[in-house]
């Protein structure tokens, strides 16, 4: 699974690099490592919606707050599908 996070500066200002650091905690605390590739990405140009994160392309709006919520349904859930 293939999940990207903008690091663009509209982004940026909303929180990427926190909702970054807490995605990459969680991978490791589940020992996700080898399921989950986390990567940044640049501006889509969904600057309104951001933290914007996609998942093998799929896009979805992240704040810090929400990461943990957005870990557990879309990325475990869709694991565990
Ligand atoms: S800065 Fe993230 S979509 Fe533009």
């Given at each position: 699974?293939?999940v990207?996070?903008?690091?663009?500066?509209a982004c940026h200002?909303?929180?990427s690099?926190?909702?970054i650091?807490k995605?990459q905690?969680?991978v490791?605390?589940?020992?996700?490592?080898?399921e989950v590739?986390?990567?940044?990405?640049f501006?889509s140009?969904?600057?309104?919606?951001?933290?914007?994160?996609?998942?093998?392309g799929?896009?979805y709006?992240v704040?810090?707050?929400?990461?943990?919520?957005?870990f557990?349904?879309?990325i475990?859930g869709?694991l565990?599908?």
């Amino acid at each position: 699974m293939r999940v990207s996070i903008c690091i663009g500066s509209a982004c940026h200002l909303k929180g990427s690099r926190e909702v970054i650091q807490k995605l990459q905690k969680l991978v490791s605390e589940n020992h996700l490592d080898s399921e989950v590739d986390l990567n940044g990405d640049f501006c889509s140009g969904n600057c309104r919606k951001g933290v914007c994160v996609t998942i093998d392309g799929e896009l979805y709006s992240v704040k810090p707050e929400t990461t943990e919520e957005f870990f557990q349904k879309e990325i475990l859930g869709r694991l565990n599908a």
